[in-house]
């Protein structure tokens, strides 16, 4: 029996992580590559493949990246062969590419309703549906979503989102439901609220020097009273796309300082003074929530 650590490894594993030039895709990207895998990526547009490929030479990363719409068949399957003939089949995919529009549901039009379902649900069963036939034919492979807390949790202004995370947590257990028989796994990752220079704003103080109210909150709703770091995330992604995990599937772990299973205190009863000298310095990360 080799050393348990072994069990983490992603050594000559090729790892296709969606929307990852920056973001968290781009923090899961270092963190494979950090365990040994072969880091792929796209992105819609050339400028951000090519932001991509500035950040990962920054980390000393080599990667293929491409542009591919992952609402697009067509592409992505091209995109897959590519990267199959190039760099050699997925072993591990990551439906990390979405977005969210914040319009209140009766202004929504049903485009705009389309849009973020397309991207953040029907994308994930095109890439999915596209790396699945060699993962059958290896009998292994790892698919690894982004839910959300919006999976569980509904919220002012996000019903497209809130439905399409929703949707993708079920996505995750059928896929296991349907291939678990080809020792595939498909698990979810749904972050909490995470510190970063785009949720600033969030968490900056007062003028007269009190905590932001969603600030106040955000901690009184988690049991942590904190934010979530990049950091944290970075673990369980791993873990799931390693053989550590090859007997957990279709599950969704929700990394959120235990929020959704705390109904909360009151913000008023909040202690100021215990986060008085916090300093939260992040990666420019996207975050969907």
């Known amino acids: 029996m080799g050393n348990i650590l072994d069990k983490f490894s992603l050594k ?8 990852a030039s920056y973001g968290l895709g781009l923090a899961y990207a270092k963190a494979y590559a950090e365990a040994g895998a072969k880091i792929v990526f796209n992105d819609i547009k050339q400028e951000l493949v090519d932001r991509g490929y500035e950040e990962y030479k920054k980390l000393g990363i080599d990667v293929y990246g491409a542009v591919c719409d992952v609402t697009n068949e067509e592409q992505v399957q091209k995109f897959v062969a590519d990267v199959k003939e190039k760099i050699g089949t997925i072993d591990i995919l990551v439906n990390n590419a979405g977005i969210i529009k914040r319009i209140p549901m009766h202004e929504m039009s049903v485009g705009e309703w389309n849009a973020v379902i397309n991207v953040d649900l029907t994308g994930p069963f095109i890439c999915s549906k596209a790396v699945l036939p060699d993962m059958i034919e290896k009998k292994s492979g790892k698919i690894i979503n982004a839910c959300s ?21 079920m996505l995750t257990r059928n896929i296991c439901s349907e291939y678990g028989q080809y020792n595939i796994q498909c698990n979810a990752i749904g972050p909490g609220y995470i510190a970063t220079p785009q949720t600033a704003p969030l968490r900056e103080k007062q003028p007269d020097g009190s905590m932001a109210p969603f ?3 955000i901690r009184s709703k988690t049991p942590a009273q904190r934010w979530g770091h990049t950091e944290d995330l970075m673990g369980l992604a791993v873990f799931l796309a390693s053989p550590a995990s090859d007997f957990i599937n279709g599950q969704v772990v929700y990394i959120d300082g235990g929020i959704s299973a705390y109904i909360g205190q009151d913000p008023a009863n909040l202690d100021e003074s215990k986060f008085a000298d916090e300093i939260e310095e992040q990666p420019d990360v996207k975050v969907n929530d």
């Open 215 to 217: 600030d106040r909150f």
């Open 12 to 19: 000559g594993k090729v790892a296709w992580i969606t929307g």
């Open 149 to 169: 807390m919006m999976s569980e949790f509904g919220r002012e202004t996000v019903s497209a989102y809130a439905a399409a995370k929703g949707g993708l947590k």
